[in-house]
């Protein structure tokens, strides 16, 4: 949404035809012809006509809102402008928006409004011409083609899902750094494309480079590139990760397996907008937005020694934490269901659902994998299936087994005490983190938890509590009584 | 009963969702008065949080502008009686309100200024 361009407009250019002039033109009869809706204005913002589209857009009668603030009948939203009409006014030039009204039916439909002066004989300019053009089939066409472009892959009405959302079109504004962090398979890398997708470089590349996969002595090559004959085997020039999202953005997942020479030359990249490529004498500028991810704890990493201090808040300007999936027990059941009507549909299957000991079974799991483990198992059920219900039988045996609990992932936490003998770089990613929680913590202990938790935090208070679990009262209350809590 | 407008300047704000605006009065149909018009500022526009306010307020009643089918129904099934596509002060409303000659879709004669 938002101002899209503008065009210039000489007096000549706007000089009607002498058939408007001379009244031999219906003009009513005209703009009802036009597949669009029209509405004229005065000056003073007021309706001097509209057109029968406009009409049945809106379900007003045009003679009853002759006079009417023209605002009032298209009840549009414009995004950031405000007064659109007044702008054109005021600068003589036409302007294109997108946004979006309500029409008679209650239903938000997206517009492009086309918004141009109207002027008489002498140039002079008397009102406004809007043309509301319904883009909603462009828009799904867009969609179908470039895939979801806003944050519609990421599913949830859980409170802390829901502050990410918040916070997602924040970091696709601005060009900043952003540092994504979170267990293994809680969609990191949905949320780094998603605020790409979001942004201004859209159209422009998302590279993904996945710093724990490319051996260290490769890497520099893959990120910066190389010149030929760097190094043995390089016949020809490499342009490199970072030259090839130029004007786009970088995602450097498993960032905390950068090398620590590799972290300083990161580090120059975000300072300096450039770099030598290897074996290059020659600085490369590139205009790349950089995304993070890591499921470590790279506050740790730093007392560690692990991770560059510098590096670490130079990338952390906007930080985005992901819960794992044991802690959006509200989610659980929509995720569930959304990826089992994915797969099934996919599958041509016609599997209607879960029977309850699978939904018990699948609900008492821990999902150390979090979301990808959970679309897995269901992809598996989906296979293995041949009813209409998925029985426990269809489940994958792993599910059966006592899992082993993986330490939560809690970021930041400044006032532990450092581990000392800990393999922080272990392959296994929950390893490096401290047994925060002990015992089996299933969603109704992290429950139960969470619940202990807001409470003390609001002074024993159940509605503050409620509020800041994102919960009505009585459901605060039936949780209350069902852990014994009361 | 409680009624509450989203309002922008003196006039029935046009959409209920982008309101930051509102105005709450009690109408009292035995005596035919209006009293305790309280006007408040939003902290945001957000139609969902307007009508978490609505079901707060013990509002029974809504005159708004352009009103989504989501938050519509939600306010029905809350029983409040929306009427909504209203255009004209918000004072008016209230009077029409009132004598009970009210409709979704009014131009109310104060809303136009006719040359």
Not at chain 1, 18 to 33: E, P, Q, T, V
Request: hydrophobic share 35%.
């Amino acid at each position: 949404m938002g101002r899209k361009k503008t065009t210039s407009s000489s007096p000549e250019s706007h000089r009607s035809p002498d058939l408007f002039l001379a009244g031999k033109l219906d003009l009513s009869c005209f703009i009802d012809s036009l597949p669009h809706g029209v509405l004229l204005l005065d000056s003073e913002h007021r309706v001097l006509d509209f057109n029968r589209f406009l009409e049945a857009m809106t379900g007003y009668n045009r003679q009853d809102a002759k006079g009417v603030r023209g605002e009032y009948i298209i009840r549009g939203n414009f995004g950031a402008i405000t007064d659109p009409v007044g702008r054109v006014l005021e600068s003589d030039e036409s302007l294109v928006l997108e946004g979006d009204c309500i029409n008679q039916n209650r239903k938000k439909i997206p517009i492009r409004f086309v918004i141009s002066p109207l002027k008489d004989r002498s140039a002079r300019t008397f009102g406004t011409v809007l043309v509301l053009e319904d883009i909603s089939l462009l828009r799904d066409l867009d969609d179908k083609v470039h895939g979801l472009y806003r944050h519609d892959k990421i599913i949830g009405h859980s409170p802390r899902i829901k502050e990410i959302l918040e916070l997602l079109p924040i970091a696709a504004r601005t060009d900043s750094s952003a540092l994504i962090t979170g267990e293994t398979g809680t969609g990191k890398d949905l949320v780094a494309e998603s605020i790409h997708n979001a942004s201004k470089r859209a159209r422009h590349p998302f590279i993904k480079v996945n710093c724990g996969a490319i051996p260290e002595s490769l890497l520099e090559s893959e990120l910066f590139g190389h010149v030929r004959g760097a190094f043995t085997g390089a016949d020809r020039d490499k342009p490199g990760m970072f030259r090839l999202a130029h004007g786009g953005t970088i995602f450097l997942t498993e960032i905390g397996d950068l090398s620590l020479p590799l972290q300083v030359k990161l580090l120059t990249v975000l300072d300096d907008k450039e770099f030598f490529p290897v074996g290059g004498s020659k600085k490369i500028k590139v205009d790349a937005r950089i995304i993070a991810a890591t499921h470590r704890d790279l506050g740790e990493f730093v007392r560690l020694g692990k991770f560059r201090e510098d590096l670490y808040y130079r990338l952390n300007v906007l930080r985005i934490h992901l819960p794992a999936l044991r802690e959006r027990e509200d989610d659980f059941r929509l995720l569930l269901d959304y990826f089992l009507r994915e797969i099934s549909t996919g599958l041509n299957k016609k599997i209607r659902g879960f029977s309850a000991a699978s939904l018990e079974l699948l609900s008492a799991y821990r999902y150390p994998g979090n979301i990808r483990e959970l679309r897995n198992i269901v992809e598996y059920a989906v296979n293995v299936c041949p009813d209409e219900t998925i029985q426990p039988e269809h489940l994958p045996k792993s599910l059966l087994a006592v899992p082993e609990t993986p330490p939560p992932f809690i970021p930041d936490s400044g006032d532990r005490p450092t581990p000392t003998e800990r393999d922080a770089a272990g392959d296994r990613p929950q390893e490096s983190h401290p047994p925060l929680m002990t015992g089996p913590a299933g969603w109704g202990e992290v429950e139960r938890a969470m619940i202990l938790e807001a409470l003390t935090k609001t002074g024993g208070s159940r509605t503050r509590a409620a509020e800041l679990l994102g919960w009505s009262r009585s459901k605060l209350w039936r949780k209350i009584k069902n852990h014994g809590l009361e | 009963m409680n009624i509450l407008i989203p309002i922008q300047r003196n006039e029935v704000a046009p959409r209920f969702d982008l309101s930051s605006e509102i105005v709450i009065a009690e109408i009292r149909r035995g005596d035919k008065s209006i009293s305790d018009p309280r006007i408040l500022l939003l902290p945001r526009t957000s139609g969902d949080e307007l009508c978490s306010l609505i079901v707060k307020e013990n509002v029974s009643c809504v005159v708004c502008g352009g009103i989504e089918e989501a938050h519509f129904e939600y306010l029905l099934w809350k029983k409040v009686t929306v009427y909504d596509g209203v255009i004209g002060p918000y004072g008016e409303a209230l009077e029409w309100v009132l004598d009970n000659r009210l409709r979704s879709g009014q131009i109310l004669p104060g809303a136009s200024l006719r040359k």
